[in-house]
């Protein structure tokens, strides 16, 4: 049967991914939507869009029911789940083929089956695909896994049977440690997986997590699309992945692949399936676990051998045959994906929710970007923080990775916080590299990622801000930049942790910055401001500052709106709703670095109204008055 019309039961950048494929094959798509995703980039590119309900999950992206029920108003004839939400539940897909509708997905049995890591690891052990040593049988009696555990040697790793994403993960050091760490990953699952059975794992040391992507039809064939190394994880989840894997060998590499079709032929499978392998320090590799759906990280693998897997997801599905066979299907120069989350890495991976400013997202001919957002589109406190993907592709590993410095350093993201500096040191770092990352590389600080900031960084700041403003000026307006004669300027800055004073001096030269250091801006530097906050980047790692005053901006805007310069606290209020107020009037006191700092109006005017009050706390760029000319 052929497929006309799709409801992709999802949101976000996968939403998007598979319109594409979509709008590509003559095939409509019907997008559904929750109060927070109304207008989203997903909605607006569907050619149908139905409103599930309100932002939680249960009565959206969740509500098997509420979803079907929208696929038959529509007529669509079949369902695509992408990742995380369905994709995974044998129920909906169930459900999808009971309303007479196709689930562009795995057989439901084979997602039950796989859904359980100790009926896994039990079904891979029959077929004969290597294994983590441990124990996956049902009995979860404490004093017995304690005994387990022993015979396989500590450090063991405590996984949930029906875990996923990393969480419900605990690793034990010693045999004393047990107990206390069992209940807590037995409590951790039963609250997010509502089941506490775990199995235990040897837990490796220096690991690396190579993955082999399968497909499947209803014929009966099965092959592989090479390997993904997505070892770059922090907190078990991934954040880089590249294809192929590096460093490896081609004998290791066959040997898994093989594995993995092996794996895959164990079980009654169809469609697109990922298996997982963990590859220990002496080179032994072992099935960890099967994700029954479309990875995040599909990309790479379509980059290097040129196959849309959504495309031959929807063909399985309309029951067609494999469109390559293994001997078609070859493996063409080397890809890396990052992953894009709006969150900050210097306050513990916090995700960074609100109005993205500005989102500029660079690709060159050869790679990609894919995103759910939009400049101006709001990060929701409801969904992943992951807004965009990354994808470049090169003919070898290095040029690969030239080409996503140059896109990253291309790119820029204002309003929230994103990972892109975290992303730039990792791909910049020596141990990226020399493929020397192993999955618990990051989490124990292999990187350094604690930047001083060179001099020549303030160097390419001073040169954007003069070239920017031929007007000088607009300097002497400004409190954290003072013109001292016509060459040399003060910056102070925000920097992550303090307030920093730069002396700036231009001559013949270049630029001296604190008295030393000839520097000139050259071709590989990049300034990105927006508002007050900067973004610098020198050798390909990005530097954020804040300048600490809003004039520069005020200058250019004509904004009604005056904004908290820095994160502190507001100790007087100097005027009231509806008050005149001339250029250079103060209008309240905040309090922040352990400075009182007047916060004076801009132009003259009337207050139209304020937006805090004495003892509020406030973050940078919050609203503190409104005043109108
Ligand atoms: P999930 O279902 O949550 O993805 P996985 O079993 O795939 O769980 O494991 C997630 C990650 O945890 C792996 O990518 C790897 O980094 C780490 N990991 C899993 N098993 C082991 C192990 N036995 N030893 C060391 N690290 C492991
Ligand atoms: P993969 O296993 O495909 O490499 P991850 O395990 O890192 O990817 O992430 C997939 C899981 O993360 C999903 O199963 C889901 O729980 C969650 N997830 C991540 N991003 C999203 C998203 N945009 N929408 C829904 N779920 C998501
Ligand atoms: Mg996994």
Redesign the pocket.
């Known amino acids: 049967m052929s497929i006309k019309k799709i409801l992709i039961a999802n949101r976000g950048e996968i939403a998007v991914r598979i319109i594409e494929t979509c709008r590509r094959l003559g095939i409509r798509t019907v997008a559904v939507y929750s109060d927070a995703d109304r207008y989203s980039k997903a909605v607006n590119m569907a050619d149908e869009a139905v409103y599930l309900g309100g932002v939680s999950l249960s009565d959206s992206y969740l509500n098997a029911q509420k979803i079907i029920q929208a696929a038959r108003d529509c007529d669509a004839d079949a369902i695509h789940p992408g990742y995380g939400f369905l994709s995974e539940q044998a129920d909906f897909a169930e459900q999808v083929d009971q309303a007479g509708l196709i689930f562009i997905g795995a057989p439901a049995e084979a997602m039950r089956l796989m859904g359980s890591?100790s009926a896994a690891k039990q079904t891979m052990l029959a077929a004969g695909v290597p294994c983590?040593p441990g124990y996956q049988d049902d009995n979860q009696d404490a004093d017995l896994l304690l005994k387990e555990a022993i015979n396989i040697g500590f450090p063991v790793?405590i996984?949930a049977v029906s875990?996923?994403?990393?969480?419900g993960?605990k690793i034990v050091e010693h045999a004393d440690d047990f107990e206390k760490q069992l209940s807590s990953a037995q409590r951790e699952a039963r609250n997010a997986f509502g089941d506490d059975r775990v199995i235990l794992?040897?837990?490796?040391t220096r690991?690396k997590?190579i993955e082999v992507q399968v497909f499947a039809d209803s014929q009966g064939q099965v092959v592989h699309l090479y390997e993904r190394d997505?070892s770059t994880?922090r907190r078990?989840q991934k954040i880089i992945e590249e294809a192929p894997a590096a460093g490896l060998g081609d004998e290791l590499r066959q040997a898994m692949q093989q594995a993995a079709v092996k794996a895959t032929q164990a079980i009654d499978y169809r469609g697109a399936g990922t298996i997982?392998f963990?590859l220990d320090d002496d080179q032994h590799f072992y099935f960890?676990?099967m994700n029954t759906r479309l990875q995040v990280e599909h990309r790479v693998t379509e980059m290097v051998t040129g196959v849309d897997l959504v495309a031959w997801q929807i063909a399985v599905a309309e029951g067609k045959p494999l469109p390559l066979s293994q001997a078609e299907i070859h493996c063409e120069g080397h890809a890396i994906q990052v992953r894009v989350y709006a969150e900050d890495t210097a306050n513990d991976y916090l995700p960074s929710t609100g109005l993205i400013e500005e989102l500029q997202l660079s690709t060159d001919a050869y790679g990609l970007v894919d995103s759910g957002v939009r400049s101006q589109d709001t990060v929701s406190i409801h969904y992943d923080p992951m807004i965009a993907k990354l994808v470049a592709w090169g003919v070898d590993r290095s040029q690969c990775i030239a080409r996503m410095q140059s896109m990253l350093n291309h790119s820029v993201v204002f309003g929230v916080t994103t990972n892109l500096a975290f992303l730039s040191a990792i791909i910049d770092s020596e141990v990226f590299r020399e493929h020397q990352i192993y999955?618990n590389s990051l989490d124990n600080k292999a990187i350094n990622l604690q930047q001083a900031i060179p001099p020549e960084v303030m160097a390419i700041l001073a040169d954007d801000l003069l070239k920017q403003n031929s007007h000088a000026s607009i300097w002497q307006k400004a409190a954290g930049w003072r013109l001292q004669g016509t060459q040399s300027l003060t910056m102070t800055m925000i920097t992550a942790d303090l307030s920093r004073t730069f002396q700036v001096e231009k001559n013949n030269e270049g630029y001296l910055v604190n008295g030393q250091h000839h520097y000139q801006p050259t071709q590989n530097d990049y300034c990105y401001r927006h508002r007050h906050h900067v973004q610098v980047i020198h050798h390909n790692q990005r530097y954020t500052f804040q300048l600490p005053n809003h004039d520069v901006q005020a200058v250019a805007s004509d904004a009604n709106a005056m904004y908290a310069p820095m994160p502190g606290k507001i100790i007087a209020i100097k005027v009231a709703e509806g008050e005149q107020v001339v250029q250079g009037d103060t209008l309240l006191i905040m309090e922040a670095m352990k400075m009182e700092l007047a916060i004076k109006a801009e132009r003259d005017g009337e207050i139209k109204s304020l937006a805090v009050v004495v003892d509020e706390q406030v973050k940078a760029d919050d609203v503190l008055v409104e005043l109108v000319p």
């Open positions: 890591k983590v790793l996984k875990g996923g994403g990393g969480k993960m794992e040897k837990y490796i690991p997590h997505c994880q078990y997982e963990i960890m676990e999955t």
